[in-house]
């Protein structure tokens, strides 16, 4: 409901976000909006186009609205560059016709029951009825890609399989695991409370997408990855708020792979003296029974306790971090999605805490020594500060900029920022913990390259070269089978993330470049604060301000920062 003791710009924000809830009831579930659990989203053509009319409308009168304060010009800032940057895509096309196995309608759906309440028996027929409704909201679906088909702006064949084999996991016991959980949890009958044939059906109508897709669409689909340089573009503003040089960038991010590549060839000659590339520098670690953490129970107690323990170090020191978000949960992510770790942020009311998420891949043991780095860029202080932080200021940030302003480029810059920060201040005393994070950093730099070589057809630079079993590879375009391998082989990822991080990068244009895009803007506004501030600067203000700001667009972010003074 709208306070009316806020200023009209923070009003009409709440106006944009009852909007979205009521277009887009996965949000809704997200953001913790109530009144929407049970509905799915109508992804039919129609649907789009009066979504877009109203975006516009929306646009219209917050680009009217009068401003007198530096927060209120913040707020309308980001209102008017989020939802720009949303109707650009939507309205081209753009958002219907780019989908992969880790971003997509169908792993939107399954992925929303893991944040739902399950305690009650109204929670279970809330949750039955979400079930029954899967078909519909699949129905649609079709139907839009139907039209993108007849428009010969199908993904690639790549992408449309990747979703196929995602449908058939789905729709072999993916939602009936939902429907047994909630029973157990809300103790209710599995079967008169209709959550049985809720996701029976759902599983249906999963293995009827899978089957329409290998029959109807993969024929008419292109076998061409790349976006090219106009798709790609608008990508970039996208995720990141910024107009980069790809050249530079593209050459920026191969200078920086080489020199974390060559640390991690230092640590590597430590670790194992014998090895003779950081493959088997990695699979001896991974031997290490000392290093491995056996069974999915003792990975989330490890997670759980490795942010609990993060907090404590962090808080009061370089952060002051509110009681009420100190817990970061930790569980395993749906079977069938992508291979990396994620992060879900808390319910606007905080009743559901901020989690991050494990994808297991079938695994039972786990090698610590890859991811320790990857809980601070995913819990604390990575996602789960900038998330929760922004969650309790909300009198300095509207709610649409609370609930929906992200943008990749300044958070995952963060992440990655938290990571290089930990490296800073020691936390990796263990050497084979700290070329995990370098391989995390080399990660970074390599979607750079990586993501850039393939969408804008790049060629293999003379720094990278030999790329195993393809020999010397210099000059030669980018494949994705050349960028497996260099993930393989500079990043220490094994091939079936390696495979997935590729998937990942030719299925969301521009996403990957926002991780070390993003960092590089963080690190140059801490550098900026440092030399103009002086003894003035505090890290822990600096991180307490720039935290407020809440998402920005990086080019925004980047003016912002240089106006802060440390005793503001």
């Known amino acids: 409901m709208t306070n009316p003791e806020q200023s009209p ?3 009409l924000s709440d106006h944009v976000v009852a909007f979205l809830a009521k277009s887009d009831p996965i949000f809704a579930t997200s953001a913790g909006i109530p009144g929407y659990d049970a509905l799915l ?24 609205t009068a401003v007198d304060s530096d927060v209120d010009a913040i707020a309308k800032q980001v209102l008017l560059e989020r939802l720009s940057a949303t109707h650009a895509l939507s309205s081209s096309g753009e958002l219907a016709r780019t989908f992969s196995v880790i971003w997509s309608p169908l792993s939107d759906i399954r992925q929303i029951f893991e944040l739902m309440a399950n305690s009650s028996a109204e929670d279970a027929a809330t949750i039955a009825t979400r079930l029954s409704n899967v078909r519909g909201a699949l129905k649609s679906w079709r139907s839009c890609l139907r039209d993108v088909a007849v428009a010969k702006e199908l993904p690639s064949v790549r992408h449309l399989t990747g979703i196929a084999n995602q449908a058939e996991t789905y729709a072999d016991g993916g939602f009936m695991d939902v429907a047994r959980a909630t029973a157990k949890h809300a103790i209710v009958d599995l079967e008169a409370s209709g959550l049985a044939a809720g996701a029976q059906d759902a599983q249906a109508a999963c293995a009827e997408l899978a089957e329409w897709m290998r029959t109807e669409l ?3 689909a292109t076998a061409t990855d790349a976006v090219g340089e106009n798709r790609y573009l608008r990508w970039v503003d996208t995720w990141n708020g910024a107009s980069p040089d ?10 920086d792979l080489v020199r974390i590549h060559d640390r991690m060839i230092e640590l590597g000659r430590k670790l194992a003296p ?47 971090i509110d009681p009420r978000v100190r817990f970061c949960d930790a569980r395993l992510a749906p079977e069938g999605g992508a291979a990396a770790p994620y992060y879900i942020g808390p319910s606007e009311d905080l009743s559901r805490p901020g989690t991050t998420w494990f994808p297991t891949l079938g695994a039972t043991s786990f090698p610590w020594w890859r991811h320790a780095s990857t809980w601070y860029h995913e819990a604390v202080p990575g996602h789960h500060l900038q998330h929760a932080t922004a969650i309790l200021l909300a009198e300095r940030q509207t709610r649409f900029h609370r609930l929906a302003g992200w943008l990749s480029g300044w958070g995952e810059g963060w992440a990655l920022y938290a990571e290089r920060l930990m490296d800073e201040l020691g936390a990796f005393t263990d050497e084979a913990d700290e070329l995990g994070y370098l391989a995390n950093q080399a990660l970074r730099a390599a979607r750079v390259v990586v993501d850039i070589g393939l969408h804008l057809d790049k060629t293999v630079p003379q720094e990278i070269g030999v790329l195993e079993p393809f020999g010397d590879c210099t000059g030669k375009p980018w494949t994705a089978e050349f960028a497996v391998a260099l993930l393989e082989q500079w990043t220490i990822q094994d091939h079936e993330m390696s495979v997935s991080e590729v998937d990942r990068y030719l299925g969301m244009p521009a ?4 991780y070390k895009l993003g960092e590089r803007v963080w690190l140059a506004a801490r550098s900026e604060a440092k030399e103009r501030l002086g003894e003035r600067f505090s890290l822990k203000a600096f991180h307490a301000h720039a935290l407020a700001l809440g998402p920005l667009g990086l080019d925004h972010f980047a003016r912002e920062m240089a106006k802060w003074e440390a005793n503001a």
């Open 9 to 11: 710009i923070f009003q």
């Open 41 to 64: 989203p109508d992804y039919s053509v129609a649907a789009r186009q009066a979504h877009d009319e109203e975006l516009l409308n929306l646009l219209i009168a917050i680009d009217g």
């Open 218 to 220: 993969i024929s008419r």
């Open 246 to 255: 790809l050249d530079e960038l593209y050459a920026w991010g191969i200078s």
């Open 274 to 320: 014998s090895a003779t590339s950081l493959a088997q520098v990695a699979d001896a670690l991974d031997a290490d029974p000392k290093r491995i953490i056996v069974g999915t129970d003792a990975l989330l107690a490890k997670l759980k306790a490795f942010t609990a323990q993060t907090v404590i170090a962090m808080d009061g020191v370089h952060f002051d």
């Open 511 to 514: 996403q990957a470049i926002s």
